[in-house]
């Protein structure tokens, strides 16, 4: 009997993909719990099937030819899909439950002050939020970003574009004698760095006012929280978007350090993801009318 899809072994194929994710056999062979010859054996066997070669053994380790790049997206874009439809079938206990994906930020600053507003609004619909720091998000219904909503093929919202300010404590401002841009340039300065948003940093923010690049120390965390706790704790200097830190402002828990701002080049959308709910698209909406 004909076969409905022509594809070659699955089992080679998912070796294939761990592979040309870590570019290692062996971390393959350990994430696989097999050893590395099952591995190499896998992939020749693929190679054979398909025609060419797909990685370039070299002395230190391999890399993806052109084949294996394309087939390796492709893999992705596949695997993230049975990922989500996976745990979207293993959560699926009650639809009229709507799950959000955010991250510890977005759900601590924008997202968890607005769901009383929703749930006297709509009793009915139960909320199950995930935070998500990572950026991999499979199995919700919506989730938050920071970045380009064009660069998704599902559905999105927008949520809100907002202004990037410079933010620090009373007490350092004063230290530190800061009213104006050029004095931001040699003081300490808090930089996020996170794998779920494309954070805008103090470079691109002194950019887009003219200037040069700080010069000052840089203090690095990867959680956004924590760097608002460190600006408050007088380490340094962050950037803040104002609509997500509009109770840190007018609580004076930071201040906004010097009166120009950053149009912020990204929004925070939505995503929409498929196979969301009614009431997911219900919740979507509502809150695509709320004010940054």
């Known amino acids: 009997m004909r076969k409905p899809y022509d594809l070659p072994s699955l089992g080679d194929l998912a070796c294939f993909e761990s592979a040309a994710r870590h570019l290692s056999f062996k971390q393959a062979s350990a994430e696989m719990n097999v ?8 992939i020749k066997a693929l190679e054979q099937d398909l025609g060419q070669p797909l990685f370039t053994r070299q002395y230190r380790g391999v890399e993806l030819t052109e084949a294996g790049a394309l087939l390796f997206v492709s893999l992705q874009r596949g695997f993230e899909g049975i990922s989500d439809s996976v745990a979207r079938i293993r959560n699926r206990r009650d639809r009229t439950a709507v799950s959000i994906a955010a991250t510890t930020a977005m759900s601590g600053l924008w997202l968890t002050p607005r769901l009383a507003a929703f749930w006297k609004a709509h009793p009915g619909v139960a909320i199950s939020q995930v935070i998500e720091d990572s950026g991999r998000v499979t199995g919700v219904d919506l989730s938050i970003h920071y970045g380009d909503p064009d660069r998704e093929d599902d559905e999105t919202r927008l949520l809100f574009h907002d202004r990037i300010l410079a933010l620090g404590s009373m007490q350092f401002a004063e230290t530190h004698s800061i009213g104006q841009v050029a004095d931001l340039s040699e003081v300490p300065l808090i930089r996020i760095h996170s794998g779920a948003n494309e954070w805008t940093g103090w470079h691109e923010w002194f950019a887009s006012l003219g200037r040069p690049g700080p010069t000052g120390p840089e203090f690095a965390l990867n959680n956004y929280l924590i760097g608002l706790k460190a600006a ?5 200097a962050v950037l803040g978007w104002e609509g997500l830190l509009h ?4 609580s004076h828990r930071l201040v906004q350090l010097v009166p120009e701002a950053m149009e912020s080049p990204f929004p925070f959308y939505l995503r929409i993801h498929s196979g969301a709910s009614a009431n997911a698209r219900l919740f979507a909406d509502w809150l695509a009318e709320q004010e940054g």
Do not use: N
């Not at 050893?35 to 896998?42: K, N, Q």
């Not at 408050?232 to 340094?236: A, Q, S, T, V």
């Not at 109770?247 to 007018?250: A, F, K, N, R, S």
């Open 35 to 42: 050893t590395p010859a099952a591995v190499s054996h896998r």
């Open 232 to 236: 408050e704790d007088g380490i340094g």
């Open 247 to 250: 109770g840190y402002l007018e």
